[in-house]
């Protein structure tokens, strides 16, 4: 006697079906992943290109001593980072690196952030303000080096113009090794102005107006208001903008190279000025190799502690 077949219910798949079914939707992924791939290749190349392929080659040098044409004559291991490391200019270059960072990045994030709380509220010529104060954003490095020199001129420029009528003594502001620092900071500050006032001038604007009032309903005057509350919620784009001014001043180098060229008396010498100094100008390209290879884990490990430790006090909305 035959078993007895039972009806397969109404909507069922046979497995044949499903293996199917399951293969096909594999290969639809298979495929999706592929057009990406494809997308994403050009922008895959030109990182490898200019990215990765510099990145290898500066490993590969850092351990080579080439001739003046940048050609390796012979394999020396670790030695040009031994002699880095026994280098008095190098230590001279990383403090003066984060005495440039301490002199621009604090200074940069209050006044742009100053400029962001008297402007970001939307009052009649206000955008006039606005333009003004994201104008740098839209000017090179070279460009505002050279209007910063003749600012800093001895004999023709503003500035010492104007402590002239004030009855005081013009200042060499390029070749006094007291002036040098000073001066190449307060022309970073106002370079990184724009960009930094335009990321916390949107991050006030995107504060929900409810919260200010109602703080001033429960009695908040404006300055607490911001300090308590608007403050806070505009933590993660101090946080941005703190991490982008710490790598750009590890960084900098047209100004410095067009103002003071490293002086006076090496007060300027920053790291990068000193890498340039030691490849390009020595052509010494492993000893600058290495130096590049410690600025980028110097880098890296500032970057890690910020995320570390100050990401604590970031608060989301």
């Not at 079906?17 to 997308?39: C, D, H, N, P, W």
């Not at 002699?83 to 190098?90: P, W």
């Not at 007291?178 to 022309?187: H, N, P, Y």
Request: hydrophobic letters at 50%; charged letters at 10%.
């Amino acid at each position: 006697m035959k078993p007895a077949v039972l009806p397969r219910p109404e909507g069922a798949l046979p497995s044949t079906g499903i293996a199917g079914r399951s293969q096909s939707l594999r290969a639809a992924k298979f495929k999706e992943q592929a057009l990406a791939y494809a997308f994403l290749l050009p922008s895959l190349a030109l990182f490898a290109v200019f990215l990765f392929y510099p990145l290898f080659k500066t490993v590969y040098l850092s351990m080579q001593l080439t001739d003046p044409r940048g050609r390796v004559v012979e394999y020396v291991g670790l030695d040009n980072f031994k002699e880095l490391f026994a280098s008095d200019l190098f230590y001279n270059s990383l403090g003066v690196t984060l005495s440039f960072t301490a002199w621009t990045v604090p200074t940069g994030i209050i006044v742009a952030l100053l400029l962001a709380a008297l402007s970001y509220r939307p009052t009649r010529g206000v955008k006039v303000f606005r333009f003004v104060f994201s104008l740098p954003v839209a000017i090179s490095v070279g460009t505002g080096s050279v209007i910063w020199m003749m600012l800093y001129h001895p004999t023709l420029g503003t500035l010492n113009y104007f402590l002239t009528v004030l009855g005081l003594q013009p200042v060499n502001w390029l070749t006094d090794p007291a002036w040098g620092m000073i001066s190449v900071s307060l022309m970073t500050v106002w370079m990184n102005l724009g960009f930094t006032y335009i990321v916390l001038v949107s991050g006030l604007q995107s504060i929900p107006d409810d919260i200010s009032e109602s703080a001033k309903i429960d009695g908040a005057g404006p300055i607490r208001t911001f300090f308590s509350i608007m403050l806070p919620l505009l933590s993660p784009s101090l946080f941005f903008t703190a991490i982008v001014s710490v790598i750009g001043a590890f960084q900098s180098f047209g100004q410095i190279h067009i103002l003071t060229k490293g002086g006076p008396v090496n007060s300027t010498d920053v790291m990068v000025f000193n890498i340039y100094r030691e490849a390009f100008v020595n052509f010494r390209f492993g000893t600058g190799s290495a130096e590049a290879l410690v600025l980028f884990a110097i880098v890296l490990v500032l970057t890690i502690i910020q995320f570390r430790f100050f990401e604590r006090k970031v608060h989301y909305q």
